[in-house]
């Protein structure tokens, strides 16, 4: 295979979504050393682009409960402050609400839900995936916005089962979960935007196929030196 050809395969791979940056160090990673501006010249010559994520704006409903108590704290093992958030899904049969819950370690999926419904019973699903797979220790910090799902007993409930902390936005600081943001906008760009969705169930196998087969495992990210979340795990737990 030409070195076009490997180029070509990895940004299909990627759903079209890598720039020259990530691009050469995916292809570095297969064994071919590739620089950055070398795989930005072949993008040009093979008249490919990487599909860009617009910024948006986002509102929600706060309801003051729990304390901040992550407070811009950097995690710095997996499995010390996780992240959730919900956000919506347009098909012609409603909307699909997904519920994330996210290591901000690793920057991982660790737990997802599908709902038609927006309630807390969706967040719970996805808090409680989190912790089967996980097995997480004592005092993780699970933080949130203020949404009523999250200030919910039942999602307290399982919060305390797992003797978690909880930890909420401050009023009107959307930054608070810019980690979750970014990755919805990236599920959106990278995949969702392409199509029409009859079905919530058509929806529903695109989130699996972007999170379990894409996401977790293969996209890279700059802030993991342009490593995928499964790979930076895995590679820092090494040491």
Known sequence: MSLQETLLSVFEA?????????????????????????????MREL??????????????????????????????????IWAGDITYIPT??????LAIVI?????LIVGWSVSDTPDSRLCVQALRLAIYRRKP?????????????????AFRNVLTEAKMVHSQSRAGKC???AVTERFF????????NRYRFKTREQALLCVAEYIEDFYNPRRLHSALGNRSP???EMDCLRI
Request: with cysteine.
């Open 137 to 153: 220790p004592a005092d993780v910090i699970f933080h949130s916005d203020r949404g009523s799902q999250y200030s919910s007993q």
């Open 230 to 232: 499964m790979q930076f």
């Open 185 to 192: 906008r990236s599920l959106k760009t990278e995949k969702l």
């Open 47 to 80: 008249e490919i682009k990487a599909k860009c994520p617009k910024a948006k704006v986002w509102r929600k409903q706060v309801v003051d409960f729990a304390e901040n108590s992550a407070n811009g704290q950097c995690a710095m093992m997996p499995d010390t």
């Open 103 to 107: 290591d901000l370690f690793s920057r």
């Open 175 to 177: 930054t608070d979960n």
């Open 14 to 42: 990627s759903g079209e979504t890598y720039g020259s940056r990530r691009l050469s160090q995916a292809v570095t990673d297969l064994g071919v050393k590739i620089g950055r501006f070398k795989a930005r010249r072949l």
């Open 92 to 97: 012609d049969e409603g909307w699909l609400y």
